[in-house]
């Protein structure tokens, strides 16, 4: 069964302009169970490939990060399409990671837009392959690296406090925008 996975981290990256190419704001919130604990963020290049590489980075540098148990990300890219290395960023870090979205992706639309318009698309695609199929879990699409679809599946609604989402992935979407923006606006 395991222990309960009680101090997690969740990002998301901050809204942008369509048109902005620099490094774009990715925010993580820290839990421990239900408590906000602690933020962290990182910059990474809107349709670039350093999200991987940053996201290790902030993550082993933290001071949170001898007490993390799980990463979850509100999707498998960040910044339109730095699409994150989902096995390296596990064994880079050694924690389950889980990757979350409110609807299935639409594949297709995905493959063609990095294959057509996306320097670099076709490893951008091998990426997203590689991370296997999005599964149904707790009313999200998921894809757990490291992670039991069971145990993912506890540690979701575990997580599920105030909606659907994620705390952790609520809160730094939130967090994200109203820094960016000057207020947050959307749902998660």
Request: with cysteine; proline share 5%.
């Amino acid at each position: 069964m395991g222990r309960t996975l009680s101090h997690v981290i969740g990002f998301d990256d901050a809204p942008f302009q369509r048109g902005w190419r620099g490094d774009v704001l990715v925010v993580g919130a820290v839990y421990a169970g239900s408590r906000l604990d602690g933020v962290i963020s990182t910059r990474v290049r809107r349709d670039g490939v350093n999200s991987t590489t940053r996201l290790i980075e902030c993550l082993t540098g933290s001071k949170y990060f001898a007490q993390l148990q799980a990463i979850l990300l509100q999707g498998i890219a960040f910044a339109g399409f730095n699409v994150i290395d989902l096995d390296r960023l596990h064994r880079a870090t050694g924690l389950p990671v889980l990757v979350i979205a409110r609807r299935r992706p639409d594949l297709a639309a995905i493959r063609r837009a990095l294959l057509e318009k996306v320097p670099g698309g076709a490893r951008k695609w091998r990426l997203i392959e590689a991370a296997g199929p999005m599964t149904p879990l707790a009313g999200l699409y998921c894809q757990p690296v490291g992670l039991s679809p069971a145990r993912a599946e506890r540690l979701i609604r575990r997580l599920q406090i105030h909606g659907q989402l994620p705390e952790p992935l609520r809160v730094a979407h939130m967090i994200a925008g109203g820094v960016t923006t000057g207020e947050s606006r959307h749902r998660a």
